[in-house]
């Protein structure tokens, strides 16, 4: 039986196993928010010949008013009936789409259309792309009316054990993956009380962005049944540390792991190296997709271990770009600036492309840093030639504004679009009174 036939067949059969009646068709706007229409599992067939039309005018960043139609194709490999939904008798499933124009070609807009792109690009070189995420999240309680607060589930610390309600969550989230699919590999407690990871199977890229995508939607599903809050917002906290999505990547190449050299003192062949460069030379002009908000920049300062310092090293966590000490097929670059904010289709987008546009240009990298940057002075610092990543929105914006690179990945539509959604939310910014502004100023003058 074909491939293709056999997904429909398998499909079907989990239709009618579970009784599915209805089926959210599911895609991602430009910040990677999470959308879907829902439609009777009669119009399954309709929906699989991309037939399901949407008003892209209505989501921000796709289409203006006047060329609105766009059209939803779904990838039957993201099939999935929601664990939560099932009863007796009754269930409901979902398909991740990809956007068409009317024409059915894909439409430019779309950020999951931008990760295919790369992957395609990557392809034609002979490269398949393997990402592993971690996305770090916390669970805060509601108040009497509901509402998220601030005030953490917990009081826990880095991997420690808890028989809470914390655990319970994330034990829940865990067979809940599961039962989509997912091969997960680990769950703990993170640094900060209320701060959980859960990380699953590197994939290749496309799927893992889809994965990325579902993990999100199925955390802040699974906490809302306990009366929690799960926020994958950068810095929820002042004084404590962040949450990111640190970054693994891999090429591979006719099966091989191109990173990997065993003769090497770190183990990491040319490719390697020439990725490393292409990523550090290109960070400041993409800082504004791996950490897409306001919010991001509160993240990236010293001495809550997220990196803000564009430096590599084999084992240093105080540098930006680490590599694992896993070796052989298992070899990758760990991103650690990104945060779970971004659009996970345009951030790893963008990390890919610019490493590989390294591996076009064949040149090292700076030496890497093993001691620790935040307790280095400024002068140390210009001494390494170690550089800072923009330290606010605006300034990372500008930077993705005066460079090619991001035009050529993100396609004209994006890069214009997520430019003119990105200065807008820092103009709100900058003209709100904020509460430090009233504490600080009100009495004083």
Request: proline share 5%; net charge negative; aromatic share 10%.
């Amino acid at each position: 039986m074909p491939v293709e036939n056999k997904k429909h067949s398998d499909m079907k059969e989990a239709i009618n196993k579970f009784q599915v009646e209805l089926l959210h068709l599911q895609f991602v706007d430009l910040e990677g928010i999470l959308k879907h229409v829902t439609i009777t599992i009669d119009q399954l067939e309709d929906a699989l010949q991309g037939k399901i039309m949407f008003d892209g005018s209505s989501i921000q960043g796709f289409s203006p008013i006047n060329e609105s139609d766009l059209y939803l194709m779904p990838d039957i490999d993201t099939f999935s009936v929601i664990p939560w939904s099932i009863e007796e008798g009754y269930a409901e499933a979902r398909l991740l789409c990809s956007v068409l124009n009317p024409d059915s070609t894909p439409f430019e807009g779309d950020p999951r259309n931008v990760l295919k792109r790369t992957v395609e690009k990557a392809a034609r070189l002979g490269y398949s792309i393997s990402i592993g995420p971690e996305l770090e999240f916390f669970l805060f309680r509601e108040d009497g009316e509901g509402n998220p607060s601030v005030t953490p589930q917990d009081n826990g610390g880095y991997f420690e054990p808890a028989h809470d309600l914390g655990e319970k969550v994330r034990l829940e989230i865990y067979r809940t993956l599961k039962a989509m699919g997912f091969r997960i590999e680990a769950s703990h407690h993170e640094v900060a009380m209320g701060q959980h990871e859960i990380n699953f199977k590197f994939m290749d890229a496309l799927t893992s962005a889809d994965n990325a995508t579902t993990y999100k939607w199925v955390v802040k599903n699974i906490a809302k049944q306990f009366n929690l809050h799960a926020s994958f917002m950068p810095k929820p906290v002042e004084s404590i540390n962040g949450s990111g999505m640190h970054v693994n990547i891999s090429l591979f190449k006719e099966g091989q792991n191109i990173f990997y050299d065993e003769t090497d003192q770190f183990g990491l062949s040319n490719s390697a190296y020439y990725f490393i460069n292409g990523l550090m030379s290109n960070l400041e002009y993409l800082t504004a997709i791996t950490n897409p908000t306001v919010n991001s920049y509160k993240r990236l300062v010293p001495g809550y271990e997220a990196p803000c310092y564009i430096a590599w090293s084999t084992s240093n966590r105080s540098t930006l770009i680490r590599i694992p000490s896993t070796r052989g097929a298992g070899t990758r670059i760990e991103a650690r600036h990104p945060d779970p904010s971004a659009n996970p289709y345009l951030a790893y987008s963008v990390i890919a492309e610019a490493g590989i546009d390294g591996i076009k240009m064949e040149q090292r990298p700076v030496e890497p840093v093993n001691e620790d940057i935040f307790n280095m002075s400024c002068e140390e610092r210009k001494s390494l030639k170690i550089n800072n990543l923009p330290d606010n929105l605006e300034t990372a914006v500008n930077y993705l504004e005066s460079n090619y690179i991001a035009k050529e990945i993100l396609g004209e539509h994006v890069f214009r679009e997520f430019i003119t959604l990105k200065r807008m939310e820092w103009e709100e910014y900058r003209k709100t009174v904020h509460e430090w502004e009233l504490k600080r100023y009100q009495l004083k003058f």
